[in-house]
C-alpha cells in the first residue's frame, strides 16, 4: 500500500523578498533622514502620555530588549520636547551663618550661578582691598589712640588711688612684677622677703598675714575694674572698626544688591553675608597673617575668606530649553552628588565648598534616563532615587560616615527642590519584579511603555528602514545605499524578527550592519552601497562569530559526529537542536533512538533517568504514553516497555521540539517499519496528535542542510516543520537555491499522521468500522505488534496442560472456549504461576 506525501514548499514559500522597485527611491540619498520612531506608536504614545502628565509618580519604566533604539528615540522626542520648555535655574550652596554644619541651597535665574559667585568673589577682592585701607586710617588710628590712652589712664588712676591707700599700711605694699601688680608682706611700707618674714615673731606674722589678705581683696576689686576698663577699650574699638566696616561693606554690597534685586533667596544671602564681614571685619586688617574662622567649632582654614565663596553645582546655558540628562553609571555618587572630603589632623573634613553635584541636579528640572539594572546593582543608589522622588526633594547625605573607619565631620546640605521625569529602561523580567515586590515602585512608576521587538512588515515599514540607513549615513558619514541595499537589509531584519510578515526593530544590530555595509563598499572604491556590499557584510560577520558551528559539522564531516542522512532505519530519526554560543546561534542534528519490547514499564526517557533532561522535555516524553495510549489501548491493556535516548548528547536536554521525532522512533520501532535517515523533523506533539508550533525553526532547518551538505546531498533530504511555522520561515540564499534544484526539502505537516508518507512510505492507518487499521498500515502494524505483546505477556507462564496422547495439549486448547482479551493491565510483577 502506497500514500501520498504532503507537498514540499515551494523556494518563493521560505522567505518574502523585498522587491526594490516597490521602495520608490535610487538611493537613500533622496529620502529623508528618520527623526522619530517607526513600529514603535503603542510604547511612544505612553511615554508621551507620562511625560505630559503634570502629577508626581508617572515616572516611565520603557520595557524593552537592548539594540531595540528605545533609548535612541526616547532621548530624541525628550530632545525636541525639551527645546521649548523653560530653562531651570542655576543652583548654588553657600556658607550657612547660623548652622554651619547645613550649608545652604540657593536657586538663581538660569545662567546666573557663576554671575553670583563671580558677584561674591569681586566683593571679597575690593573688600580686602578698602577694608585695611579704611581700618587703618589716620582718623581711626588716632580715634583708636585715643581710646587706649583713655583706657590707660583709668587704669593708672585706679592703681594710683590704691597705692595711696596702701601706703598708711604698716604690713603691707604693693610692688609690679613681670606678670603685674602684687600685694607683699612689708615693714613700714618695705616690702620683705620669704627669709625676713620667717624672723618675725608668730603674732607679728599672723597679723601681717591677716593684712595681706583683706588688702589683696579690696585689690581684686580693683583689678577688675582694671580689666573692665580694657574690655570697654576694646569693645569701643570693635564698635569703632564695625562702625568704619559697616559703611564700606554696605557701599560695595549695596552695588551687587542692585543686580540681584529680583532674586529673594540671593538679596537675604547678601544681607546675611554682609552682616557677617561686619562683625569679623578685624580679619581683613590682619594682613599677611593667618586667622582663624569666626564660626564657632571650625577649624582653622588655609583660606580665611573661604565661607564667603559661592560654590555653583549645576548652571544652565540660558534659554537652552529643559535638560535631558542620561547616566550610563548611576553610582549612589554620581546620581545624587558626593561631598568630598580633605584629611586635616587624622579627621576628614568637609565643607560647602567640596559637595558636587549628580546626574539628578543637572537634570533637576528636565528630564533624567537610567538603566534600571545598572540602577539596581548600585548599593544605596535605588533607594535613594526612590526618596527624591517621593519627597520631591534631593538630599544629599554621606555614605562616608556609614563606611569610615575614621571620625569624620559630617554636613547636611539643605535639600533641593526636585521637579524631574525619570525614565527607566529595563526587560520585562526587572519590570514585573519591581512591580511584584517593590510598593514604592508601584507608586513611583505609573506608566509602563513596553516597546515590541518587531514591527509589522509592510510597504511603509520598508521605506522606514531607508529613512533610517538615511539617518545614519548622515550621522556616519556613510556612503548612501541603493534600493536593492535596502530591500536585503529589510530581509535581514525579517530574519532576525523570526517572521515574514514583521520587521526587526532591533536597531542597533540593523545599524551595525549598515556600518559594515558602507565600510566595505568605501574600502571597494563605491560611493554607492549596493546589494552585494550588504550580502557581504552578513557573511562576513557570520565568519567572525560562526567558529563553533564550523568545528561542529567538521566533527560531523570525520563522522566524530555520528550523522549519516541516507538509506532507512528502524527506531531511528533526526531531530534538530539549537545552540547558542552568545552573538550566533545554530542547530545540531541529534538522532533520536528507540528500543521497544514486552513489559510493562511504559516509555522510558534515559535522558529524565539521568537527569539529563530539563521538566519541559520531561513533559513532552510523558505526552507520549498518553498518545500510544489513546491510539493503541482501547481494547486491552498497553503491554510494552520502551526506551528513548539521544545520540551523542552529552549535555542537558530541555524544549518539546523533538516530541514529535521521538513518537516516530517509537512506533517506528514498535510496528518495525524504517524511518528515512536523510529526513530530520522537529516539532512539538500534543496528546491528540496535533503538531504544534516550535522556536528557531530556521536555524533548525539551515542545521540541517549544512550537515546534509556536508555528507553529501542526495536530493531526498529535508526537514518536516509544524504547518503553524510557515510564517516563521526566512531561510538564505544557499537553502532557497537548494530547494530550487531540487536538492533540499521542506514538508508543513498538522497532524501526526501527516508525517508518516514522507518518513516511511507508508499510511499511518485509520480505524475502519470494527476499529481496527488496515494491516498493511504503519498503525495496523503497530497494532498487531501490541496486540501480540498483551496475548504474550497474559499467556506467559501458564501450566502446560497433561494429556494422554500426542496432541493432547493442542486438543486440549482447541476445546477451550476462546477467552476475551484482558481489559486491566497485568500486574507489573508479571502473572502469578
Given at each position: 500500500?502506497?500514500?501520498?506525501?504532503?507537498?514540499?514548499?515551494?523556494?518563493?514559500?521560505?522567505r518574502?523578498?523585498?522587491?526594490?522597485?516597490t521602495?520608490?527611491?535610487?538611493?537613500?540619498?533622496?529620502?529623508?533622514p528618520?527623526?522619530e520612531?517607526?513600529?514603535?506608536?503603542?510604547?511612544?504614545?505612553?511615554?508621551?502620555?507620562?511625560?505630559?502628565?503634570?502629577h508626581p509618580?508617572?515616572?516611565?519604566?520603557?520595557?524593552?530588549?537592548?539594540?531595540?533604539?528605545r533609548?535612541?528615540?526616547?532621548?530624541?522626542?525628550?530632545?525636541d520636547?525639551?527645546?521649548?520648555?523653560?530653562?531651570?535655574?542655576?543652583?548654588?550652596?553657600?556658607?550657612?551663618?547660623?548652622?554651619?554644619?547645613?550649608?545652604?541651597?540657593?536657586a538663581?535665574p538660569a545662567?546666573?550661578?557663576?554671575?553670583?559667585?563671580?558677584?561674591?568673589?569681586?566683593?571679597?577682592?575690593?573688600?580686602?582691598?578698602?577694608?585695611?585701607?579704611?581700618?587703618?586710617?589716620?582718623?581711626?588710628r588716632?580715634?583708636?589712640?585715643?581710646?587706649?590712652?583713655?583706657?590707660?589712664?583709668?587704669?593708672?588712676?585706679?592703681?594710683?588711688?590704691?597705692?595711696k591707700?596702701?601706703?598708711?599700711?604698716?604690713?603691707?605694699?604693693?610692688?609690679q612684677?613681670?606678670?603685674?601688680?602684687?600685694?607683699?608682706?612689708?615693714?613700714g611700707?618695705?616690702?620683705?622677703?620669704?627669709?625676713?618674714?620667717?624672723?618675725?615673731?608668730?603674732?607679728?606674722?599672723?597679723?601681717?598675714l591677716a593684712r595681706?589678705?583683706?588688702?589683696?581683696?579690696?585689690?581684686?576689686?580693683?583689678?577688675?575694674?582694671?580689666?573692665?576698663?580694657?574690655?570697654?577699650?576694646?569693645?569701643?574699638?570693635?564698635?569703632?572698626?564695625?562702625?568704619?566696616?559697616?559703611?564700606?561693606?554696605?557701599?560695595?554690597?549695596?552695588?551687587?544688591?542692585?543686580?540681584?534685586?529680583?532674586?529673594?533667596e540671593?538679596?537675604?544671602?547678601?544681607?546675611?553675608?554682609?552682616?557677617?564681614?561686619?562683625?569679623?571685619?578685624?580679619?581683613?586688617?590682619?594682613?599677611g597673617?593667618?586667622?582663624?574662622?569666626?564660626?564657632e567649632?571650625?577649624?582653622?582654614?588655609?583660606?580665611p575668606?573661604?565661607?564667603?565663596r559661592?560654590n555653583?553645582?549645576?548652571?544652565?546655558?540660558?534659554?537652552?530649553g529643559?535638560p535631558?540628562?542620561?547616566?550610563?553609571?548611576?553610582?549612589?555618587?554620581?546620581?545624587?552628588?558626593?561631598i568630598?572630603?580633605?584629611?586635616?589632623?587624622?579627621?576628614?573634613?568637609?565643607?560647602?565648598?567640596?559637595?558636587?553635584a549628580g546626574?539628578?541636579?543637572?537634570?533637576?528640572?528636565?528630564?533624567?534616563?537610567?538603566?534600571?539594572?545598572?540602577?539596581?546593582?548600585?548599593?544605596i543608589?535605588?533607594?535613594?532615587?526612590?526618596?527624591?522622588?517621593?519627597?520631591?526633594?534631593?538630599?544629599?547625605?554621606?555614605?562616608?560616615?556609614?563606611?569610615?573607619?575614621?571620625?569624620?565631620t559630617?554636613?547636611?546640605p539643605?535639600?533641593?527642590?526636585?521637579?524631574?521625569?525619570?525614565i527607566l529602561?529595563?526587560?520585562?523580567?526587572t519590570?514585573?519584579?519591581?512591580?511584584?515586590?517593590?510598593?514604592?515602585?508601584?507608586?513611583?512608576?505609573?506608566?509602563?511603555?513596553d516597546?515590541?521587538?518587531?514591527?509589522e512588515?509592510?510597504?511603509?515599514?520598508?521605506?522606514?528602514?531607508?529613512?533610517?540607513?538615511?539617518a545614519?549615513?548622515?550621522?556616519?558619514?556613510?556612503?548612501?545605499?541603493?534600493?536593492?541595499?535596502?530591500?536585503?537589509?529589510?530581509?535581514?531584519?525579517?530574519?532576525?524578527?523570526g517572521?515574514?510578515?514583521?520587521?526587526?526593530?532591533?536597531?542597533?544590530?540593523?545599524?551595525?550592519?549598515?556600518r559594515?555595509?558602507?565600510?566595505?563598499?568605501?574600502?571597494?572604491?563605491?560611493?554607492?552601497?549596493?546589494?552585494?556590499?550588504v550580502?557581504?557584510?552578513?557573511?562576513?560577520?557570520?565568519?567572525?562569530?560562526?567558529?563553533?558551528?564550523?568545528?561542529?559539522?567538521?566533527?560531523?564531516?570525520?563522522?566524530?559526529?555520528?550523522?549519516?542522512?541516507?538509506?532507512?532505519?528502524?527506531?531511528q530519526?533526526?531531530?534538530?537542536?539549537?545552540?547558542?554560543?552568545?552573538?550566533?546561534?545554530?542547530?545540531?542534528?541529534?538522532?533520536?533512538?528507540?528500543?521497544?519490547?514486552?513489559?510493562?514499564s511504559?516509555?522510558?526517557?534515559?535522558?529524565?533517568?539521568?537527569?539529563?533532561?530539563?521538566?519541559?522535555?520531561?513533559?513532552?516524553?510523558?505526552?507520549?504514553?498518553?498518545?500510544?495510549?489513546?491510539?493503541?489501548?482501547q481494547?486491552?491493556p498497553?503491554?510494552?516497555?520502551?526506551?528513548?535516548?539521544?545520540?551523542?548528547?552529552?549535555?542537558?536536554?530541555?524544549?518539546?521540539?523533538?516530541?514529535?521525532?521521538?513518537?516516530?522512533?517509537?512506533?517506528?520501532?514498535?510496528?518495525?517499519?524504517?524511518?528515512?535517515?536523510?529526513?530530520?523533523?522537529?516539532?512539538?506533539?500534543?496528546q491528540?496528535?496535533?503538531?504544534?508550533?516550535?522556536?528557531?525553526?530556521?536555524?533548525?532547518?539551515?542545521?540541517?542542510?549544512?550537515?546534509?551538505?556536508?555528507?553529501?546531498?542526495?536530493?531526498?533530504?529535508?526537514?518536516?516543520?509544524?504547518?503553524?511555522?510557515?510564517?516563521?520561515?526566512v531561510?538564505?540564499?544557499?537553502v532557497?537555491?537548494?530547494?530550487?534544484?531540487?536538492?533540499?526539502?521542506?514538508?508543513?505537516i498538522?497532524?501526526?499522521?501527516?508525517?508518516?508518507?514522507?518518513?516511511?512510505?507508508?499510511?499511518?492507518?485509520?480505524?475502519?468500522?470494527?476499529?481496527k487499521?488496515p494491516?498493511?498500515?504503519?498503525?495496523?502494524?503497530?497494532?498487531?505488534r501490541?496486540?501480540?505483546?498483551?496475548?504474550?505477556?497474559?499467556?506467559?507462564?501458564?501450566?502446560?496442560?497433561?494429556?494422554?496422547?500426542?496432541?493432547?495439549?493442542t486438543?486440549?486448547?482447541?476445546?477451550?472456549?476462546?477467552?476475551?482479551?484482558?481489559?486491566?493491565?497485568?500486574?507489573?510483577?508479571g502473572p502469578?504461576?
Amino acid at each position: 500500500m502506497t500514500a501520498t506525501a504532503p507537498t514540499s514548499l515551494k523556494p518563493e514559500q521560505l522567505r518574502r523578498a523585498c522587491d526594490p522597485s516597490t521602495l520608490e527611491f535610487e538611493t537613500t540619498a533622496e529620502l529623508e533622514p528618520l527623526r522619530e520612531a517607526i513600529g514603535q506608536d503603542l510604547a511612544m504614545r505612553a511615554v508621551q502620555f507620562g511625560l505630559e502628565v503634570e502629577h508626581p509618580g508617572y515616572n516611565i519604566f520603557a520595557i524593552g530588549l537592548p539594540g531595540s533604539g528605545r533609548a535612541t528615540m526616547i532621548r530624541q522626542l525628550l530632545e525636541d520636547r525639551a527645546k521649548d520648555e523653560p530653562t531651570p535655574t542655576d543652583w548654588c550652596y553657600v556658607y550657612n551663618f547660623d548652622k554651619t554644619r547645613e550649608p545652604r541651597a540657593l536657586a538663581v535665574p538660569a545662567g546666573r550661578g557663576p554671575d553670583l559667585r563671580g558677584d561674591v568673589e569681586g566683593l571679597l577682592e575690593e573688600l580686602q582691598e578698602s577694608l585695611p585701607r579704611v581700618l587703618q586710617s589716620d582718623d581711626v588710628r588716632r580715634e583708636r589712640d585715643d581710646i587706649a590712652e583713655r583706657a590707660m589712664e583709668i587704669q593708672r588712676q585706679l592703681i594710683e588711688d590704691f597705692q595711696k591707700q596702701i601706703e598708711d599700711e604698716r604690713y603691707v605694699s604693693l610692688v609690679q612684677t613681670p606678670t603685674g601688680w602684687v600685694v607683699v608682706p612689708a615693714l613700714g611700707n618695705e616690702p620683705i622677703d620669704e627669709k625676713q618674714f620667717q624672723t618675725l615673731q608668730e603674732e607679728q606674722r599672723e597679723e601681717i598675714l591677716a593684712r595681706r589678705r583683706e588688702m589683696e581683696k579690696k585689690f581684686g576689686e580693683v583689678q577688675r575694674k582694671v580689666r573692665e576698663t580694657e574690655r570697654d577699650a576694646k569693645r569701643l574699638v570693635h564698635d569703632l572698626q564695625q562702625m568704619v566696616a559697616k559703611a564700606e561693606v554696605e557701599h560695595c554690597v549695596r552695588e551687587i544688591k542692585g543686580r540681584w534685586e529680583s532674586v529673594e533667596e540671593v538679596t537675604a544671602y547678601l544681607d546675611r553675608l554682609a552682616r557677617d564681614l561686619i562683625e569679623n571685619a578685624e580679619q581683613f586688617s590682619d594682613s599677611g597673617e593667618e586667622s582663624e574662622s569666626s564660626q564657632e567649632g571650625v577649624p582653622i582654614e588655609e583660606d580665611p575668606l573661604a565661607n564667603y565663596r559661592v560654590n555653583v553645582i549645576v548652571c544652565h546655558t540660558p534659554d537652552s530649553g529643559a535638560p535631558v540628562v542620561q547616566e550610563e553609571s548611576p553610582t549612589y555618587h554620581n546620581l545624587i552628588g558626593r561631598i568630598e572630603h580633605r584629611v586635616q589632623f587624622g579627621t576628614m573634613i568637609a565643607d560647602f565648598s567640596q559637595i558636587t553635584a549628580g546626574a539628578i541636579h543637572q537634570a533637576n528640572g528636565g528630564y533624567l534616563i537610567l538603566d534600571a539594572n545598572n540602577v539596581l546593582r548600585q548599593p544605596i543608589a535605588w533607594i535613594a532615587l526612590k526618596n527624591a522622588l517621593r519627597t520631591q526633594s534631593i538630599r544629599l547625605e554621606e555614605i562616608i560616615e556609614y563606611t569610615s573607619l575614621i571620625a569624620t565631620t559630617t554636613l547636611k546640605p539643605q535639600p533641593i527642590r526636585l521637579k524631574v521625569r525619570v525614565i527607566l529602561l529595563g526587560d520585562p523580567y526587572t519590570y514585573h519584579l519591581l512591580h511584584a515586590y517593590d510598593d514604592d515602585f508601584r507608586e513611583l512608576f505609573k506608566v509602563k511603555a513596553d516597546f515590541s521587538p518587531y514591527m509589522e512588515r509592510d510597504i511603509e515599514a520598508e521605506r522606514g528602514y531607508g529613512a533610517f540607513i538615511a539617518a545614519r549615513g548622515e550621522e556616519e558619514s556613510l556612503p548612501p545605499f541603493d534600493s536593492s541595499a535596502v530591500a536585503r537589509v529589510a530581509q535581514f531584519g525579517s530574519r532576525l524578527a523570526g517572521h515574514q510578515d514583521r520587521l526587526s526593530t532591533q536597531f542597533g544590530a540593523i545599524g551595525d550592519l549598515v556600518r559594515e555595509a558602507g565600510f566595505f563598499a568605501r574600502n571597494d572604491g563605491r560611493v554607492i552601497v549596493t546589494l552585494d556590499d550588504v550580502q557581504r557584510a552578513i557573511r562576513e560577520r557570520e565568519v567572525r562569530v560562526n567558529r563553533p558551528e564550523r568545528e561542529l559539522l567538521s566533527l560531523i564531516e570525520e563522522d566524530t559526529l555520528t550523522v549519516d542522512p541516507a538509506g532507512e532505519k528502524v527506531g531511528q530519526l533526526y531531530g534538530l537542536a539549537v545552540l547558542s554560543t552568545g552573538d550566533h546561534s545554530f542547530a545540531r542534528p541529534i538522532k533520536v533512538e528507540a528500543s521497544s519490547f514486552m513489559g510493562t514499564s511504559g516509555v522510558v526517557d534515559i535522558e529524565r533517568e539521568v537527569r539529563l533532561g530539563g521538566p519541559i522535555h520531561n513533559k513532552g516524553v510523558l505526552v507520549l504514553s498518553g498518545y500510544l495510549g489513546d491510539l493503541f489501548a482501547q481494547n486491552h491493556p498497553l503491554i510494552m516497555s520502551a526506551t528513548l535516548s539521544f545520540d551523542q548528547l552529552y549535555e542537558e536536554v530541555e524544549g518539546d521540539s523533538a516530541s514529535a521525532a521521538e513518537l516516530y522512533t517509537l512506533i517506528s520501532s514498535i510496528a518495525e517499519v524504517p524511518l528515512r535517515q536523510g529526513i530530520a523533523i522537529t516539532g512539538a506533539l500534543n496528546q491528540k496528535g496535533d503538531i504544534q508550533p516550535i522556536g528557531g525553526v530556521t536555524t533548525k532547518i539551515e542545521g540541517f542542510y549544512r550537515a546534509c551538505k556536508r555528507r553529501g546531498l542526495t536530493g531526498e533530504q529535508g526537514v518536516i516543520i509544524p504547518t503553524r511555522n510557515m510564517p516563521n520561515l526566512v531561510l538564505n540564499d544557499e537553502v532557497v537555491d537548494a530547494v530550487r534544484d531540487g536538492q533540499f526539502h521542506i514538508w508543513p505537516i498538522r497532524q501526526f499522521e501527516e508525517g508518516w508518507p514522507i518518513l516511511a512510505g507508508l499510511p499511518a492507518g485509520v480505524r475502519d468500522g470494527d476499529r481496527k487499521f488496515p494491516d498493511d498500515s504503519v498503525y495496523g502494524r503497530a497494532a498487531a505488534r501490541l496486540s501480540g505483546w498483551a496475548r504474550g505477556w497474559r499467556d506467559f507462564g501458564k501450566p502446560i496442560r497433561q494429556g494422554r496422547g500426542v496432541g493432547a495439549e493442542t486438543a486440549a486448547e482447541e476445546d477451550e472456549p476462546e477467552k476475551p482479551e484482558p481489559q486491566g493491565e497485568p500486574d507489573e510483577d508479571g502473572p502469578e504461576e
